[in-house]
């Protein structure tokens, strides 16, 4: 069974199996050591070698645990999912122990609330209002007009809706068609990350 973020196969079920066998002490350690390091090498050689006799495991077996919990973290990272729906898809379908799950949504909650800030201070779109002017250039008699679309986006901040922000942009047709595209990619992505939670 494969999720959009990850692809389920024996190695990482061997993977989860080690991880499964760890104390959820250890195992929260451990977690958090790998997402603090960042790297592929979280560990030292002489870390390792500690790791190795204080969990009493094989080289081969240390390495794929490390992997394992390197691997989910990181694909887990790079998708945007409900703590719930992660706990319930690294139970059901990664076959994770229920408190190996709670402390990994734990510590993936704490990590993407670094990489994307509180969201208590940032801000809403709340209106978009637009129009479209005719803008007249005039190269010494030769009047050209081009066509100009303006937009006003009226925000609040997500918690204190009193504090309220205008961006006022103008596009020419050409920028406009752009931003228009790429609304589009990002309505499809949305759309797709819409349908893994189902």
Same mark, same amino acid.
């Given at each position: 069974?494969?999720?959009?973020?990850?692809?389920?196969?024996?190695?990482?079920?061997?993977?989860?199996?080690?991880?499964?066998?760890?104390?959820?002490?250890?195992?929260?350690?451990? $977690?958090?050591?790998?997402?603090?390091?960042?790297?592929?090498?979280?560990?030292?050689?002489?870390?390792?070698?500690?790791?190795?006799?204080?969990?009493?495991?094989?080289?081969?077996?240390?390495?794929?645990?490390?992997?394992?919990?390197?691997?989910?973290?990181?694909?887990?990272?790079?998708?945007?999912?409900?703590?719930?729906?992660?706990?319930?898809?690294?139970?059901?379908?990664?076959?994770?122990?229920?408190?190996?799950?709670e402390e990994f949504v734990k510590i993936?909650?704490?990590?993407?609330?670094?990489?994307?800030?509180?969201?208590?201070?940032?801000?809403?779109?709340?209106?978009?209002?637009?129009?479209?002017?005719?803008?007249?250039?005039?190269?010494?008699?030769?009047?050209?007009?081009?066509?100009?679309?303006?937009?006003?986006?009226?925000?609040?901040?997500?918690?204190?809706?009193?504090?309220?922000?205008?961006?006022?942009?103008?596009?020419?047709?050409?920028?406009?068609?752009?931003?228009?595209?790429?609304?589009?990619?990002?309505?499809?992505? $949305?759309?797709?990350?819409?349908?893994?939670?189902?």
């Open positions: 069974m494969n999720l959009k973020w990850i692809n389920v196969n024996e190695r990482l079920k061997n993977g989860v199996k080690l991880i499964n066998s760890l104390s959820t002490k250890k195992f929260q350690l451990l $977690l958090g050591h790998i997402v603090e390091a960042e790297g592929e090498n979280p560990f030292t050689d002489e870390e390792l070698k500690k790791l190795k006799d204080s969990l009493k495991l094989t080289e081969d077996a240390l390495q794929l645990l490390v992997q394992s919990i390197s691997h989910i973290f990181k694909q887990s990272s790079k998708v945007i999912l409900k703590p719930t729906v992660l706990y319930k898809q690294l139970c059901e379908q990664l076959e994770f122990e229920d408190e190996k799950a993936w909650c704490n990590h993407t609330n670094e990489d994307f800030g509180d969201f208590s201070s940032r801000m809403k779109l709340e209106n978009v209002s637009w129009e479209l002017n005719i803008q007249v250039a005039d190269q010494i008699n030769n009047k050209q007009s081009v066509p100009v679309g303006r937009m006003q986006f009226e925000l609040a901040q997500s918690v204190d809706n009193s504090k309220k922000e205008r961006i006022f942009m103008e596009f020419t047709q050409s920028e406009l068609q752009q931003l228009y595209n790429n609304l589009e990619k990002i309505q499809m992505k $949305l759309d797709n990350i819409n349908n893994v939670g189902h």
